[in-house]
């Protein structure tokens, strides 16, 4: 088919550049300079932006959580993927754990033929079924619901020796909250004697030092997983002696690893293997296992798939020992341009109509560039979980290295200015009509807590907004700011809130060569193509296509343009 745009019929068109700003986990919260870093860091210019857009009809709030972004329920807080799937579609797609659920309510997820092949064929032949991912209710990458009823039906097929590998959350949920996450599974594998399974868990460590990197910003991190839970083995360098590595619970594990290092909090939680009163692991694999990854968000996901999938002449990353021939899947396939894993239980949603492929086929030259940490956002997860360009000829993307997870909260200015030095410089070529960046600190510092670190990466951003809209103004373009999800502005001073929220996002445009001739639709009227409760980050794109020029296809949620 063909993505070539046609004109507004009325003429209108900016002729830009427009710079969509995402500022990654930057939510609407309370004004309360006690609970929200964003008020407390009291972001001037960004203040200052949003009080002129005000002024000029050119502001609105828009949802980012629940339905707005296809997650089941108003209670389902956004997180970065789901948001860049929504902004780069124009569309709402039903998203992972939505997926999921409604496989489960159907049973369709226990007759597909991957279903049979992984858990089917190695309970015919009595072998171990191992199971792994973030073990939590946050609802981001996982759902312990969803890995009890995993654990369920692989028991109905017949599965009689099960391995469970936990990786703690204390990001999208309370940053200590692991030991209730445990005791829940190990309730739910010791009610499975009763039908004669042998179901334990044999290893874990906290998501961010163990398995669930991303964007290969640090192999490390995937390397101690693969160790403790396919060799049982935890590395030299994470053994000493206040923190033996080998323990006989899962409880008694995370408990020495508080004692020892009580900063690191689950997150951070060193890997363990668990032993049996020999000593020897009691989970390590073996040809003829089984292995499934029960996260159903792709970008943590992937690395660790290749590690199980890839042959050892494409796998180059570090030294995997003797690999184990096992069957391997994935919840959902988390790549699905490249296809990994090859095998997944539940068919991830088919995204179409981007709005790259319509501005790239319409002859709009695009530019995106993020920190390593979320370069994927602006572009696999923009592009509708496709990797690579869409049209090289006509778009560059840009990557600024990330500073290693753990220096995140020291150093909450990240790499903000690099990444606004990359992204003036791209403006000052002039190639380019619409150019997307996204700003991680909001969310990566969110995450850790620290209220004091929060502020400091607002006051960051503030000092790196004013320069982009310098830029911007030079070019008499158009900045649209706003945001993926909430996070950064609801925090307290104990460092108990990490996660993301339910808060609505700003969607603020400072236009340099405005009339007046359009406003935004204002926050009482509800078009239809907004949905029931206002505008969403889905109507995004069709936004972008108006002040462009264009008309958005019928297919897409409904610009907030509203010409006079």
């Not at 860049?84 to 569309?91: K, R, S, T, V």
């Not at 309970?123 to 654990?151: P, Y």
């Not at 979320?374 to 006509?394: C, L, P, R």
């Amino acid at each position: 088919m063909s993505y070539k745009l046609s004109a507004l019929p009325s003429g209108f068109r900016k002729e830009g550049p427009i710079v969509l700003c995402i500022l990654d986990g930057y939510g609407l919260g309370k004004d309360d300079p006690s609970a929200n870093p964003i008020v407390a860091a009291h972001p001037t210019y960004i203040n200052d932006l949003i009080e002129k857009s005000k002024s000029a009809g050119l502001y609105k709030q828009i949802r980012a959580h629940g339905p707005a972004v296809g997650l089941p329920s108003e209670s389902d807080m956004g997180n970065s993927e789901v948001g860049h799937n929504a902004m780069g579609a124009g569309q709402i797609y039903s998203q992972g754990t939505m997926l999921v659920d409604e496989s489960f309510k159907t049973g369709r997820m226990f007759k597909t033929e991957n279903w049979k092949t992984v858990v089917g064929e190695t309970a015919s032949h009595s072998g171990t079924l191992h199971m792994f991912g973030l073990l939590s209710d946050g609802n981001i990458h996982s759902h312990i619901g969803q890995v009890e009823q995993l654990i369920d039906g692989a028991v109905e097929t017949g599965i009689k020796t099960l391995r469970i590998h936990v990786l703690l959350d204390g990001r999208d949920v309370p940053p200590e909250s692991g030991l209730k996450y445990i005791d829940m599974i190990e309730a739910k594998l010791a009610s499975l004697a009763a039908k004669g399974v042998d179901a334990k868990i044999a290893s874990g460590g906290g998501r961010m030092y163990v398995t669930m990197d991303r964007y290969n910003s640090d192999w490390n991190i995937v390397r101690r997983g693969w160790n403790s839970m396919v060799h049982g083995i935890v590395e030299e360098a994470d053994i000493s002696d206040k923190y033996k590595g080998y323990y006989h619970s899962a409880r008694e594990a995370i408990e020495a690893c508080r004692a020892a290092f009580p900063d690191k909090k689950d997150q951070y939680n060193l890997p363990f293997v668990i032993v049996d009163e020999a000593g020897s692991p009691i989970g390590k694999m073996k040809d003829g296992d089984a292995v499934i990854n029960w996260n159903f968000r792709g970008d943590r996901a992937i690395q660790i798939s290749k590690a199980f999938e890839l042959p050892d002449t494409e796998f180059t990353f570090f030294d995997r020992g003797t690999k184990p021939k096992v069957r391997y899947a994935g919840l959902l396939e988390y790549d699905t341009e490249v296809h990994i894993p090859s095998q997944f239980l539940v068919p991830p949603p088919e995204i179409s109509h981007t709005l790259s492929q319509y501005l790239l086929a319409s002859g709009v030259p695009s530019y995106a560039i993020a920190e390593t940490h979320k370069f994927g956002h602006v572009t696999f997860f923009w592009n509708g979980n496709k990797s690579g360009y869409i049209d090289e000829a006509h778009e560059l993307y840009e990557v600024v290295p990330s500073l290693p997870n753990s220096e995140t909260e020291t150093h909450p200015e990240m790499k903000a200015k690099e990444v606004t030095d990359k992204l003036v410089a791209a403006l000052e070529s002039k190639k380019y009509r619409f150019l997307r960046v996204n700003y991680a600190n909001g969310d990566m510092v969110g995450h850790t807590g620290n209220f004091d670190s929060c502020v400091k990466c607002v006051q960051c951003l503030d000092r790196e907004i004013a320069r982009l809209d310098a830029a911007v103004r030079a070019q008499n373009g158009i900045l649209i700011i706003t945001a993926d999800h909430g996070n950064v502005e609801d925090k307290d001073h104990k460092g108990s809130k990490t996660s993301h929220t339910c808060a609505p996002v700003l969607f603020s445009v400072t236009d340099y060569t405005y009339k007046g001739e359009y406003t935004l639709i204002p926050d009482s009227v509800k078009p239809d193509g907004e949905g029931k409760e206002g505008a969403g980050l889905s109507n995004i794109a069709a936004t972008v296509m108006n002040l462009l020029g264009f008309e958005a296809p019928d297919v897409y949620r409904k610009s907030m343009i509203q010409l006079k």
